[in-house]
């Protein structure tokens, strides 16, 4: 999807995607990368609020590009080198006002605080399984319910909003 498509925005074309489709009986959704010329910080986040799996730039090569798709595909996300080392540099700066407003308590089943805190450091669910010592399909449905929980659409949404609450740092190890 790009940003600036005829008749209508691409981000607005990802949320009504998105908010249209329902999961499948396998419980899948519609995944949407973002592919445009704009390096914006502030389309990279609405496009990550509407929904989005991914974030490129056009200058992707096309065997990036192709990685991007079955990486998006299998459920991860990920978003272009260059918005990455900004997202990092803005939530690695230290904020005194930074207050925690997600806590561990909050979630009931056990397993899930760690499986948050593993999603937040970029952990794929084969390497959040591993670490954890659990089969895979127990950290999907971890996943989906912190997902539901937290009201978000995707890992890259939990990812911001681990940084944004402070509940994850940028280069904070995994936690076993």
């Not at 954890?132 to 989906?144: D, N, P, Q, R, Y």
């Given at each position: 999807m790009d940003i600036h498509i005829p008749g209508l925005d691409g981000l607005e074309a990802t949320r009504r995607l998105l908010d249209a489709d329902a999961p499948d009986a396998d419980g899948d959704v519609p995944r949407i990368v973002i592919l445009t010329t704009f390096d914006l910080d502030r389309y990279v986040y609405a496009a990550l609020q509407a929904g989005a799996s991914g974030f490129l730039l056009k200058d992707v090569s096309a065997d990036h590009l192709i990685a991007a798709v079955r990486t998006v595909q299998?459920?991860?996300?990920?978003?272009?080198?260059?918005?990455?080392?900004?997202?990092?540099?803005r939530f690695a700066r230290p904020r005194a006002t930074a207050t925690p407003t997600l806590r561990p308590s909050a979630f009931s089943l056990p397993g899930e605080n760690e499986v948050l805190g593993h999603v937040a450091r970029g952990m794929s669910n084969a390497e959040i399984a591993e670490a954890?010592?659990?089969?895979?399909?127990?950290?999907?449905?971890?996943?989906?319910n912190l997902l539901g929980k937290l009201g978000l659409r995707n890992r890259a949404q939990t990812v911001v909003l681990a940084c944004?609450?402070?509940l994850v740092r940028a280069g904070d190890p995994p936690t076993l």
């Open positions: 299998a459920g991860d996300a990920l978003l272009a080198p260059t918005i990455t080392r900004r997202l990092v540099e954890l010592i659990v089969g895979e399909t127990t950290v999907k449905s971890h996943v989906a944004e609450t402070g």
